[in-house]
């Protein structure tokens, strides 16, 4: 019998789709508690395999070849990977990728990983062959031989839902005893290892050919074949359920794309993680008069926003009253800044600014309260918490708390209309009454004019405003046809609005044409079907942070450097050289020994009369040369 075919585990579900899957799931449990590093490597591939399988039942496969990171990114750009399952898999492939090259992997982020893969397991057979498929809970491998407190902790707690799952479930109790059995065995079995090591690489050698094969079983399906997988897999992946830690992992990687430094495993405040000048931090478990705070952000020494991360399966929108609870209960200490509310509004009774809250699922708008990263601006007691698409940058957050939000919705309730085209009645009230919902908090508004009543002269006015009293930063102009682009282009550089300059002269703004908004831009013109401009916002804010971050360590370094220079440690020094003191010592002494002989005023720096007749028949020379060539 094939040892595949006698034990049952976590992925022992994957074997009507294909033996390898088992093998390599079961390999990596084995190599857990002894070798994590390899642990990974096994998910890695597993994960990998996966992924080769969703291609080939859709008919995208195309070579074994293709990298992890190309394939995940063609399913999703499909439809056919949710974002949230392309986060699974991009997490597996990093952590896969960080063993390889750098060695890296301890048992913590062995487990995580484990858990991870296990549940991008469970989504792909609920996908394609059992929607209604029960897993059970997870099964934790067999703990190391020296394992730290947090580790225990988390086997633990595993272990504990297995127990309570087997009470309430007392047919698969019996079945998972009698799989415990087996396992306890194989465990015992060197040859048993062997062997499944020996069958997962045969197997692999032979991956390529089995690939093509389903993928060309899978290019003769219809197109509503196609679709009913799709349906599956984003049905399946709504059913996911991730624990918090795996839902920390999730968090860690937004946070890092949005430019902060971040790991919820090793920069935490209890392993002596503090904030530093020139650096954007998310450090966690930050200690609060409430408890800790899940993650504080800084920015330099500034804390900025405390951030309560939950549960996939928790309503996030209501986790963000515990983050402005340990906003309300942060103390500023040594190693931070005073707080930066108290000082900014003295009507907040919060001593962050800001507050969120995220269970790390990306943003659905059917899902509004339970996806997304929920934020509040904690500066004005009358804010309310919105659900946002992603996280702040750091830039972003600095500039959104150097804005002053009540002093700008004062100046533009006094601000004039004078400017350089008249504004009909009717337009200056509906520019009014936009502004004055903004000022309420509200975030959707709609402005019905009919044709040739001057809707574009009017957005143009009221933009204008918004960026001069700085109660906006940027704005997105989206237009559903090219042709009223380049109108709305053509009018901002025609409207002079005062002392004669134009829109485009006063604020600087991004055309059609132009795909990549830089960190000053104003207002971007786009198109509804091209609307890539949010994202290149965001990748502009990375790029000024990245900047900012670059020129902090540069800054300190220079210092450093000139420093060790002068102690003669920035290369290996030969001890029997002369220290530099008293080489200084010595050239002092000579220059005082050595008296200076005086040197006249009159002609000083003057050539002799031999210097200058030799000079002269030096510049002469290359005359008379050419003299004598012409003439020859």
């Known amino acids: 019998m094939k040892p595949a075919e006698s034990l049952r585990d976590n992925f022992a579900h994957l074997k009507a789709h294909d033996e390898q899957l088992v093998r390599l799931g079961l390999l990596a449990e084995r190599y857990f508690a002894e070798d994590p590093n390899t642990s990974l490597l096994k998910l890695r591939q597993l994960a990998e395999l996966l992924a080769q399988h969703v291609a080939t039942r859709i008919g995208l496969f195309v070579s074994a070849e293709e990298s992890q990171y190309e394939l995940i990114r063609r399913l999703l750009e499909q439809g056919i990977l949710t974002r949230e399952i392309a986060q699974l898999f991009g997490e597996v492939r990093r952590a896969g990728n960080a063993a390889s090259h750098t060695l890296a992997g301890d048992h913590r982020s062995a487990l995580t990983a484990l858990k991870i893969t296990w549940q991008l397991g469970v989504w792909f057979h609920r996908s394609f062959q059992d929607p209604g498929f029960r897993s059970g809970p997870f099964v934790s491998p067999a703990a190391p031989a020296s394992e730290s407190g947090e580790l225990h902790a988390e086997l633990d707690r595993l272990n504990s839902e297995l127990a309570t799952y087997r009470q309430a479930h007392h047919a698969a109790a019996q079945q998972l005893a009698a799989v415990d059995s087996q396992l306890r065995e194989a465990r015992d079995d060197q040859a048993f290892w062997e062997q499944l090591a020996l069958e997962a690489d045969h197997a692999r050698a032979a991956l390529a050919a089995q690939l093509a094969t389903l993928q060309a079983q899978s290019a003769t399906q219809g197109k509503e074949s196609v679709a009913g997988f799709v349906t599956a897999a984003h049905t399946a992946a709504a059913k996911l359920v991730l624990d918090e830690t795996e839902t920390r992992k999730l968090i860690d990687e937004q946070l890092r794309q949005a430019g902060w430094t971040v ?370």
């Open 263 to 632: 790991d919820s495993t090793s920069l935490r405040y209890a392993r002596g993680a503090r904030p530093e000048k020139g650096r954007n931090l998310a450090i966690a478990e930050w200690p609060t008069a409430s408890g800790p705070a899940d993650y504080l952000l800084f920015v330099g020494l500034t804390p900025m926003a405390a951030v309560e991360a939950k549960r996939r399966n928790i309503d996030v929108s209501a986790a963000l009253q515990q983050a402005k609870r340990y906003s309300r209960d942060f103390t500023a200490s040594d190693a931070t800044l005073t707080s930066t509310t108290d000082a900014a509004n003295s009507e907040s009774a919060y001593r962050l600014p800001f507050a969120f809250a995220s269970n790390g699922r990306p943003y659905l708008c059917q899902l509004a309260t339970r996806s997304g990263v929920w934020f509040c601006d904690l500066r004005r007691p009358d804010s309310l918490g919105r659900a946002l698409d992603g996280w702040y940058t750091p830039a972003g957050l600095s500039a959104l708390l150097k804005r002053d939000e009540r002093r700008a919705d004062t100046q533009l309730q006094s601000e004039p209309f004078a400017y350089g085209f008249p504004l009909r009645h009717y337009q200056q009230a509906a520019i009014q009454a936009a502004e004055s919902a903004i000022a309420r908090g509200q975030r959707e508004m709609l402005l019905a004019m009919a044709t040739g009543t001057g809707k574009t002269r009017t957005c143009i006015a009221l933009i204008y405003r918004l960026l001069k009293t700085q109660r906006c930063r940027r704005v997105l102009f989206l237009v559903d046809r090219s042709a009223l682009g380049e109108q709305a282009a053509n009018a901002f550089k025609d409207k002079r609005m005062e002392s004669l300059q134009t829109f485009a002269e006063v604020f600087g703004i991004k055309e059609l044409d132009e795909q990549s908004p830089d960190s000053d831009t104003a207002v971007h013109i786009a198109t509804v079907q091209g609307r890539r401009v949010e994202a290149l916002f965001a990748y502009a804010d990375r790029l000024e942070a990245r900047y900012a971050a670059a020129r902090a360590r540069v800054e300190r370094l220079t210092p450093a450097l000139l420093a060790k220079a002068f102690r003669g440690e920035l290369v290996p020094q030969d001890p029997n050289d002369e220290p530099a003191g008293e080489l200084l010592e010595r050239i002092r002494a000579a220059r005082t020994a050595t008296p200076q002989k005086p040197r006249s005023r009159q002609g000083a720096g003057r050539p002799t009369k031999t210097q200058r007749a030799e000079l002269t028949r030096t510049l002469t020379l290359p005359q008379a040369r050419l003299t004598k060539t012409s003439a020859t």
